[in-house]
Every structure is written in structure tokens, then in C-alpha cells.
């Protein structure tokens, strides 16, 4: 079984109206929905939700894998808007704010066809010193969220496989303009990876 663990209901809503064509209604937080070898759950923004949600999933349940998606925010112009980023790499980014400055790492597999692979912060508090905060981030990850790095260690926990791709929704740079189709992007780019081998969903 192959679970999927998005961010938000409207994320989830495009995919599953895309994969049922439209037989299935839209699904709220923390409330798990199988159709046959897919586990669909939205766990919503940030990392306690994230942390409880992805433990209540795997507790109740026992998926092969997770993929864990949604959106995320470039912290460079070598990152564009709308594409797809197979994290490598997550960092649990709030120590550096909270002044413990030595922050969890946790590498992953990226098994996808993706624009591109690269280093994903998972932060929840607003940077004190945003400019400051940017550089020192950009210098170690390419894109930022607010979840992955929840799941992905509560998934590491229990022994199941994690893998992370987000749509890069907008950019710090205050001259890039957001993503027109976000969940749409999510949306065709999971359909597309089920159609593969190497995304297992028994």
C-alpha cells in the first residue's frame, strides 16, 4: 500500500478528482480515505499537524511507503516557480530561530522524475531578520516548507519509507510571481508517478 500524504485539502481534492474522476468528495485533515492500494490523508500546514497526523496514519494503518507533497517556497532564482523539487536532503529549520543552533538532518531517496532533486528546510516560525535568515538558508537548501521534515522523521520512526516532491509555489524573490496552477502540478505529477514502477502502491 502506497500513502500519500498531502498539506491541504485542496491539494488533495485535485488529485483525488483527477484519479476518481470526480467520484470522491473533498477530504479534510487528519482524516485518512483508502481506495484500494492508495492511502490519501492531508495532514494540514505545520509540523505538530504534520507530526500527528502522519503518527495517527501510520498507527492505524501500514503503508509500504509514503510520498509526502503539497507546496514549497524557492529560496533562490535557481529554483523556478511551478516546477517540481524531489527533496534529497531535509532540515528542521526552527532551531536556528529558537537559538539551538544545531538543527536534525535526514537524507532521502528521491525516486521520481523531477525537474529537479535538491535540500528541503522545514521551518514553522517567521525569520527574525528575514534577509539575514535568507542568505544563511539559501546557502544550505534550495526550497522551504513547513511539514516535510515532520514527516519524514515520524516516517523513519517506524521504519517506513519516506519520499518528499513539492511544487515550487512561489519565491522569496519578491519579483517572482506565484504559481497559477499549483495543485493541478501536484496533481499530474502524482498521476504520472503511479503510473511507474518505481513508486510501489501494494
Known amino acids: 500500500m502506497l500513502g500519500i500524504v498531502f498539506t491541504t485539502p485542496d491539494d488533495a481534492a485535485t488529485f483525488l478528482h483527477q484519479h476518481t474522476a470526480g467520484r470522491t468528495d473533498r477530504l479534510e485533515e487528519d482524516t485518512p480515505l483508502q481506495l484500494g492500494n492508495l ?20 498507527q492505524s494503518h501500514d503503508p509500504d511507503t509514503l510520498i509526502h507533497t503539497g507546496r514549497c517556497t524557492a529560496l533562490s532564482d535557481d529554483v523556478s516557480v511551478d516546477s517540481v523539487v524531489g527533496a534529497s536532503f531535509v ?10 543552533p544545531t538543527y ?16 528541503l528546510v522545514s521551518q514553522d516560525h ?4 528575514e534577509d539575514d535568515s535568507l542568505n544563511y538558508w539559501a546557502r544550505l537548501a534550495d526550497v522551504r516548507d513547513s511539514t516535510s521534515y515532520a514527516v519524514a522523521y515520524v516516517a523513519a520512526q517506524h521504519g517506513t ?9 512561489s519565491s522569496v524573490n519578491a519579483e517572482t510571481s506565484p504559481a497559477s496552477a499549483p495543485s493541478e502540478t501536484i496533481a499530474s505529477f502524482l498521476n504520472g508517478a503511479l503510473d511507474t514502477a518505481d513508486l510501489p502502491t501494494e
Open 126 to 129: 517567521t525569520p527574525n531578520g
Open 161 to 169: 519509507p519516506c519520499h518528499v516532491a513539492k511544487v515550487v509555489h
Open 39 to 58: 492511502l490519501v490523508v492531508v495532514t494540514g500546514p505545520g509540523k505538530i499537524k504534520a507530526t500527528l497526523a502522519t503518527e495517527r496514519l501510520l
Open 91 to 100: 532540515l528542521e529549520g526552527d532551531r536556528v530561530e529558537l537559538e539551538a
Open 104 to 119: 536534525p538532518r535526514m537524507p532521502l531517496n528521491c525516486p521520481y522524475d523531477v525537474e529537479r532533486e535538491g535540500t
